[in-house]
Structure formats: structure tokens, C-alpha cells
């Protein structure tokens, strides 16, 4: 955001243009929660957070609303375009720790935004209590006070907003947790920031929604027929069918043309009856799993939902890593690997295709625990463990993270808690496979199969169970791709 308001301002717009038009957009946001003037409690702190907060304040005083402005620190203090627009403010700046929030119908949370430097303590610590302390509905500037926008961790503590208003574009701190759930409802404003600015950003953090990957998103054409729509192996093994059940179903459901579900012989009859348009194969030992591989139509692998621990496992994800193919790597297939990780990342460094591994928290840890221990932000321990591994990585969770060894990064916000249930990661693997099975590229397979995983959830809410998953995908894709 600093790169991005110097480039507007070097381009000719003043700073304090940006800072009117933030401080109107707030006035505007309060408005909309206030629609009948109530009082509002204008807190603001020593940099240009607190200076939208003025902006916003003169605004809503000229609409007619009570306004109260609360300063921490001093006014002499201010600087810069805040020190400007703390002049065009007539009325009085009360010290914060003096004044009262009873009686107040809305409060404005102006006391940090981007330039949160340090954990909160003392007075600041004390302000942030008091608003959270209040019933009061609170509208936060840019982000909650106290929420890092990088990452979004509360640094010491931080208000909990019933509204966010942010500016040009997200920052990381709104999708992820615990960030996205303090910030409350969030509203993008436009403040005068050029697109134009974003080539010199160069960031490579993306919000997960569909324009980031719907121009590679396969769609069958005329010519098409099932084995140009690519063909998903499961390799199922021998443990917990169900999983493997699910994510077959997802694969085919996600547009594979064919999917082949690879299991030991006394599992076939489970698979055979549950499973209508998916081939099975018996899979009794390594040689089979290796004669299943000799047909290149079988263009992209999944090895882990039932797969079982232990070198069994470890040997199937090392000759499917050396087969030449896209390969899905979830569950029991990243857990094998728990005591030898670096095994796993030699054999993803020999394979010239796209790999994406799946780890809920739990599986990440097991796999990358220096990485899991030395870092507080989701976005960066999935941006470091790609360029470790090698792999795609998709840290799942409500704020699921797609990392990509290139550092891009994707967050998702549309899931729903409903999807915390037994064998939902099972589908999404299985989404992600049949993707890949239609060659797409592995980064955006992985983002758009954890996006549709999430619409799907969304759509059924509660009572949802994982079988519901795959069946919900029609529905989510006629929406995307209309
Ligand atoms: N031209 C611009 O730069 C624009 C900035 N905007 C606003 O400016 C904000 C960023 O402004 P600033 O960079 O001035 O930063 P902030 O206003 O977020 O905070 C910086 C101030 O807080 C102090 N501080 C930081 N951490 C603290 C802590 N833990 N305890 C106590 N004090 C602490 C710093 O010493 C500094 O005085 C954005 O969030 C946005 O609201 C908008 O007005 C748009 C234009
Ligand atoms: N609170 C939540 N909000 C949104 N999505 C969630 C939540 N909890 C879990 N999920 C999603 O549900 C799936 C669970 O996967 P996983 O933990 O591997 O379960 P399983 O092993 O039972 O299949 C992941 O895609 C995860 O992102
Ligand atoms: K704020």
C-alpha cells in the first residue's frame, strides 16, 4: 500500500486527495449503519489511520450527525496529510482515555491501520479494550486496530469490527484468520489508486476467486471425447474405502473423463457397487500399481485418501513422482512421509510435472515443522514450504492457502465451517486431480478446485456431509461457467 500511494501521488494526485476520498468512504460506510443520526465516537490514533478518521468525522458532522472525536495522543503531534486533515476539523479532539463511549451509536475505529509497527500495549492496548468493552456496533478503518494486515494476527490485542472499510484492494489480514473474523462485514472502496500502480507492486498474493484461474478452467468442445477430457488415477490401497470413493467421485464430477480407482482385490466389491461410471482395477502389490502406470492415458495421479501409512504408501508416491504425470499427494500419502520428508522433496524435484500436496494443520506440521514453528503467517509458511518442497501446496482450513513454488499465493474466504466433517479433504484432493487431469496447470488446478470445494459447502450449509459434496459441483460449475 506504501508503493501503491506513492506511485498515485508521484503520478500527480495529492496524498491528502486520497486521504478525503478514504475518509469519505468511511462517512459513507457509517452512514449506511446509521442511516438515522446517531452519536458517533470518532477514535482516532497518531498517523493517517487517524487521519481518515478526521476526514470522516467533518463529514458525518456536515451530514448532521453528533460527533465526538477522540484523539490519542496529541494534535500538535500530527503530521503529514493527517496533521492537513486534522485542520479542516473545527470541532474539539477529546483525549481518548478522558472521554466516554456511553451514549454513543457508532463507533469508528481510526486508531491503526497499515502502519501497525509493534504489539499493542499500554494506552493503545487500553483504547482497544474500551471500544471492545462497549455494546457499540464499531466501523474499523482499513483494518481492526491491533490486526496485522499481513499477515492477520492480532499484534497484542484487537478491536473486533462489526464493519471494515478497506481500500484498492484487500490485504491479507481480511481473509486470513483470525483477521477476517474481527474485521466483520468488509467493504472495498476505490480512493483514486490507479490499477496501474499494481505491475511496480508486483505482488504475488491473490484473493482466490474466479478470475484468477476461469480463463484456464477446461470446458469440453465439440471435439471432445472422454479420453481428451483425461483420464484420474486413484490409487486407493487398501485401508478405508470411503475415501477413496469420495475423491473419485469428485474427479469425475470435476471433468476428468475417466477415472480409474486402483484397490486391493477383497476391497473390488465395495468400489464396483458404489461406484457406477469409475473403472476398477485390483492393486495387490507394487507390480500392479507399476502395470497401471504403463498407460499414458492415464494422465494425472492421486495417492493418499485410504492409502494406509507406512513404505507401502512411501513406494507408491515415489513411482507415481517418477511417472511423469501430474500427481495429487494428500492424507496418508504426506504422513508416510513424516519421519523422511526430504525424501519426498528429492523425488518432487525429479519430477518435471505439476505436484500438489493437500495437509490440513495437522499434516503440514508433520511435514514441515520448522517451517510450521518459525513463522506466524498462514500465507508465508505455504509460500515456504512450496519452495521447499517443490509442490504446490494447498494449506487448508477456512482460510485455505494455495502456495505455488513461483511464491505466487492464493486465499479463499467462501467456505463455510460446514465442511469440517469426515472426508471432505478427500473431495477436494479428488477436485484437484481432475483438473489436473485436463491439464490444467497445477497452481490454478489447485485454486480453483479448493474454490469450488468451497461453493459446493456453501450451497448445502448445514447437515452437509462429504457424499453431498460432489453431487453439489453441477450446481456450483453451470454458475461459474454461465
Ligand atoms: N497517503 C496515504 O498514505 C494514505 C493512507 N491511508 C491511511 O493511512 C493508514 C496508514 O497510515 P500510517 O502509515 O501513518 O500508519 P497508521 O496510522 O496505521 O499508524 C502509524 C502510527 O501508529 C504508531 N504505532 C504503530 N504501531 C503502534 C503500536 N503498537 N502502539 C502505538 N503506536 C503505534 C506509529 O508510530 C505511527 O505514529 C492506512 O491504514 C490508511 O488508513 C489512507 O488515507 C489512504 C491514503
Ligand atoms: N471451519 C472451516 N471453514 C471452512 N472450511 C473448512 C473448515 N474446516 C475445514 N474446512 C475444509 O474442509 C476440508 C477438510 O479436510 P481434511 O481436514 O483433510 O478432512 P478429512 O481428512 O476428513 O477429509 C478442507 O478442505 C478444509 O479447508
Ligand atoms: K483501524
Not at 463507533?107 to 494506552?123: P, Q, S
Not at 492480532?154 to 484492494?169: C, E, M
Not at 471435439?223 to 474405502?241: D, F, I, N, Q
Amino acid at each position: 500500500m506504501k508503493t501503491a500511494d506513492a506511485a498515485t501521488i508521484a503520478g500527480g494526485v495529492p496524498g491528502i486527495d486520497l486521504m478525503e476520498a478514504a475518509g469519505r468512504a468511511v462517512a459513507d460506510a457509517a452512514r449506511g449503519m446509521c442511516p438515522v443520526p446517531c452519536t458517533v465516537a470518532v477514535v482516532c490514533g497518531p498517523g493517517n489511520n487517524g487521519g481518515d478518521g478526521f476526514v470522516g468525522a467533518r463529514l458525518l458532522a456536515e451530514w448532521g450527525y453528533p460527533v465526538r472525536l477522540m484523539l490519542l495522543g496529541s494534535r500538535a503531534a500530527l503530521r503529514g496529510d493527517a496533521a492537513v486533515a486534522a485542520k479542516r476539523w473545527a470541532g474539539e479532539a477529546e483525549r481518548f482515555d478522558a472521554g466516554t463511549l456511553k451514549g454513543c451509536g457508532l463507533i469508528v475505529d481510526a486508531l491503526f491501520g497499515a502502519g501497525l509497527t509493534r504489539d499493542l500495549d499500554g494506552e493503545a492496548k487500553a483504547a482497544v479494550e474500551r471500544i471492545n468493552a462497549s455494546d457499540c456496533p464499531v466501523l474499523a478503518v482499513d483494518v481492526p486496530s491491533g490486526v496485522d494486515g499481513d499477515s492477520g494476527r492480532v499484534r497484542g490485542v484487537a478491536v473486533k469490527a462489526t464493519k471494515t472499510v478497506t481500500f484498492f484492494r484487500y490485504k491479507p489480514g481480511h481473509l486470513l484468520l483470525p483477521g477476517r473474523m474481527l474485521c466483520g462485514e468488509r467493504v472495498l472502496a476505490q480512493i483514486g489508486i490507479p490499477d496501474a500502480v499494481l505491475p511496480e507492486i508486483g505482488s504475488r498474493s491473490f484473493h482466490n476467486v474466479p478470475a484468477l484461474w476461469r480463463a484456464g478452467y477446461p470446458e469440453p468442445s465439440l471435439e471432445s471425447h472422454k479420453y481428451t477430457r483425461g483420464h484420474a488415477l486413484v490409487a486407493a490401497g487398501s485401508e478405508m474405502a470411503g475415501a477413496a470413493r469420495l475423491a473419485s467421485r469428485a474427479s469425475l464430477r470435476a471433468g476428468a473423463g475417466v477415472v480409474t480407482v486402483a484397490a486391493s482385490t477383497e476391497m473390488l466389491p465395495i468400489f464396483k457397487a458404489a461406484l457406477e461410471a469409475v473403472i476398477v482395477r485390483a492393486m495387490d502389490d507394487l507390480d500392479d500399481y507399476a502395470h497401471l502406470l504403463e498407460d499414458k492415458r492415464r494422465n494425472a495421479l492421486l495417492v493418499g485418501p485410504g492409502a494406509g501409512l507406512g513404505a507401502d504408501t512411501r513406494d507408491r508416491v515415489r513411482m507415481a513422482l517418477g511417472a511423469g504425470r501430474p500427481v495429487v499427494l494428500d492424507a496418508d500419502a504426506l504422513t508416510s512421509f513424516e519421519t523422511q520428508p526430504r525424501a519426498m522433496h528429492q523425488a518432487i524435484a525429479a519430477s518435471d510435472r505439476p505436484v500438489v500436496m493437500t495437509p490440513h494443520e495437522g499434516e503440514f506440521r508433520r511435514l514441515f515443522r520448522q517451517i510450521a514453528e518459525g513463522s506466524d503467517s498462514k500465507l508465508e509458511k505455504a509460500r515456504a514450504a512450496a519452495a521447499l518442497s517443490g509442490a504446490v501446496i494447498v494449506l487448508k482450513g477456512a482460510d485455505t492457502v494455495v502456495a505455488s513454488p513461483d511464491r505466487r499465493a492464493a486465499i479463499a474466504d467462501n467456505g463455510t465451517p460446514w465442511l469440517a466433517t469426515a472426508g471432505s479433504g478427500d473431495v477436494l484432493a479428488g477436485i484437484v486431480t481432475g483438473l489436473l487431469a485436463q491439464n490444467m496447470p497445477g497452481f490454478e488446478a489447485a485454486c480453483a478446485a479448493v474454490w469450488l470445494h468451497g461453493e459446493a459447502g456453501s450451497s448445502i450449509g448445514p447437515g452437509l456431509i462429504s457424499e453431498d459434496l460432489p453431487d453439489a459441483l453441477p450446481g456450483v460449475l453451470k454458475r461459474l461457467l454461465s
